[in-house]
């Protein structure tokens, strides 16, 4: 049973442009989250997404925007990119957001902004 | 809106030793409240959970932790540590509104060091 699946493992931009990161969720999950996690600091939850839908939103600008697919599967854009949105990006699934959840992390993708 | 305290970033303890980890919420209602461990670049993985029932919970890797409401504290304990529990501990508080589970709320992380 595949976990939570999360590409690409790096990535280096440059200020000012724009990215994508994507994730993909354990089997049976239809519910993703993503958190970004600053070095030496706890995950920040972004946003929430299920059934296509952005469900939650935690305090991050309007740069920050995702998508899910009707596989689940999810992607994270950044647009403008600053320094500080230099992070380890986690994806994480659970299934459905009704009831009680647990969450399942993916390894991440480390974003690295110059 | 809710909060996590690890009031110890860094903790150092003999191999086979006990082990405790501090964790504090604020939250006005009873919380969903969890432990989750991160090696070096990994992501994170669930120890444990509460969200009701039996105040003392059982997780992987022979952890547990103890929900003490009049103390709003969730701490994580081990009667006897391994060289492979080195690595960060986060605690997190989640919520449950109307519409659905919410996102957690995670504490900044304490980092354990095992001594030989």
């Known amino acids: 049973d595949a976990g939570v699946t999360q590409s690409p493992t790096h990535l280096i931009k440059t200020r000012g442009q724009q990215v994508t990161l994507r994730c993909s969720p354990k089997s049976g999950h239809d519910t993703v989250s993503w958190y970004q996690q600053a070095l030496g600091q706890g995950p920040q939850f972004i946003f929430q997404?299920?059934?296509?839908?952005?469900?939650q939103r935690g305090n991050f600008p309007d740069r920050f925007s995702g998508h899910q697919f009707p596989n689940y599967s999810s992607e994270l854009n950044v647009n403008a990119l600053l320094l500080g949105d230099s992070a380890l990006y986690l994806c994480?699934?659970?299934?459905?957001?009704?009831?009680?959840?647990?969450?399942?992390f993916g390894p991440g993708t480390r974003l690295t902004v110059t | 809106a809710q909060s996590v305290t690890q009031p110890d970033i860094h903790i150092t303890v003999s191999e086979g030793a006990s082990l405790e980890l501090r964790c504090n919420y604020s939250y006005g209602a009873t919380p969903y409240l969890f432990w989750y461990v991160q090696s070096p670049g990994q992501g994170l993985q669930l120890l444990l959970k509460?969200?009701?029932?039996?105040?003392l919970v059982q997780g992987i890797k022979g952890f547990e932790a103890e929900f003490k409401r009049s103390q709003s504290s969730f701490n994580l304990r081990k009667p006897s540590v391994h060289w492979s529990d080195a690595a960060e501990y986060f605690c997190a508080v989640g919520k449950y509104s109307g519409g659905g589970a919410d996102g957690l709320t995670f504490g900044k992380g304490t980092h354990l060091i095992i001594q030989p």
């Open positions: 994480a699934s659970s299934f459905g957001p009704v009831g009680v959840y647990e969450q399942y």
């Open positions: 509460y969200f009701s029932g039996d105040t």
């Open positions: 997404y299920y059934e296509e839908e952005e469900r």
